[in-house]
């Protein structure tokens, strides 16, 4: 009896450690992935004639320097959290989806079509049916990739990012054809939404921002997918699915059926994403809605490590950086574009460290379910 005390005691403890490392894993393998990132920046900028710690201080101070700095950090971040989780949720599944730009622009092209083809929309019914449609766009896109990946055994990398340049397609197409506001002579563009529909700031200390409700709608959404995940039978079963399909199987759990939900609702937020910027930034839909929301999301994501909950933080430090482009340019006739050499950096590091998962203290190596 002792001894198989002491075995039970013995395995409890080291649970406890594998926990440990786990979690300490998920925090130092991103924050040092971050670190080289930006120490690589700066050999970046030094390499252009610059002073490298200036531009470490202009990345802070032009990210979180100051309110007006805040408010940009925060209406960039808001639409990276809900393209995030069209890369997060899908990932639980055990699938690497990188189609939420596609879904972020047809999200965008149904909610601009919506007020033509119901010209009586009006009020927040309206925006919400808008948002609504958005987000069934969406979903429906990114569906299609998890189908193809379960019914004909489609790679879901490939064919979600190849339907997302379909996507982009479609949404060109449209916007500079059938759906083409006559007055949009320079930038084609759909019909302006009606005022009644826009969407309009967060209030703060009695005045209104120029942070949007999607900050609201991403943290709250982020949220409620950690809860779901962590808390429901439903979620638990999708991550079975993500940790072995075969298991998932063997047990009777309707693994098809879970993938699908994973990958609708992911796109889902995609969409709801595309959807908000048309009502709360650009009021129609546009070429300015392609801007890479989605692939940026994809990093966040990752640094995330598919988790929910660590999705706004690290979508905040990535809208810092975006938001922190502009005055980079100003102080040190840097391109403003120079800020997604940063995010390169980020993304190749933060694959790079992957490799090191299981690894970092001491354990024996992360060991991943088959598929």
Not at 284 to 296: K, P
Not at 298 to 311: C, K, M, Q, Y
Not at 321 to 342: C, E, H, I, N
Request: with cysteine; proline share 5%; hydrophobic share 55%.
């Amino acid at each position: 009896m002792s001894t198989l005390a002491a075995a039970t005691s013995a395995s409890a403890q080291s649970d406890a450690d594998g926990h440990w490392r786990e979690s300490a894993e998920a925090v130092a393998l991103p924050v040092l992935a971050l670190t080289g990132a930006l120490l690589a920046f700066g050999v970046f900028v030094w390499l252009s004639g610059r002073d490298p710690v200036e531009a470490w201080v202009l990345l802070f101070k032009g990210a979180f320097g100051d309110s007006f700095s805040w408010q940009n950090t925060l209406q960039r971040a808001a639409p990276l959290m809900l393209t995030a989780l069209a890369v997060a949720l899908p990932a639980q599944a055990g699938l690497t989806v990188i189609g939420g730009e596609g879904a972020l622009v047809l999200g965008a092209l149904a909610c601009a079509a919506l007020p033509m083809l119901a010209p009586s929309l009006a009020g927040w019914p309206g925006s919400g049916l808008m948002l609504l449609t958005g987000a069934l766009a969406g979903a429906g896109w990114v569906a299609l990739a998890g189908w193809l990946r379960q019914a004909r055994g489609v790679n879901e990398t490939i064919s979600s990012l190849l339907l997302g340049y379909l996507a982009i397609a479609l949404f060109k197409h449209f916007v500079e054809g059938p759906l083409r506001d006559p007055a949009s002579l320079n930038k084609p563009s759909t019909p302006p939404v009606a005022e009644s529909l826009r969407i309009g700031g967060l209030p703060w200390d009695g005045a209104v921002t120029d942070v949007h409700w999607g900050l609201a709608w991403g943290v709250l959404l982020c949220l409620a997918a950690g809860v779901w995940l962590t808390f429901t039978a439903s979620g638990f079963a999708l991550r079975v699915v993500g940790g072995n399909v075969r298991a998932a199987r063997l047990v009777g759990l309707p693994t098809l059926g879970l993938i699908l939900a994973g990958c609708a609702l992911g796109g889902a937020a995609a969409g709801l994403a595309g959807a908000i910027e048309v009502l709360a930034v650009h009021t129609s839909a546009n070429a300015s809605l392609i801007a890479g929301l989605g692939y940026t999301g994809i990093l966040v994501s990752f640094v995330a490590r598919h988790n929910p909950w660590a999705i706004p933080p690290v979508a905040i430090l990535f809208g810092g950086f975006g938001a922190a482009g502009s005055l980079l340019q100003r102080r040190m006739d840097l391109p403003d574009a120079s800020v997604l050499v940063l995010q390169g950096f980020a993304f190749v590091l933060i694959l790079a460290a992957e490799a090191g998962r299981g690894r970092l203290f001491g354990g024996s190596g992360g060991s991943g379910g088959g598929r």
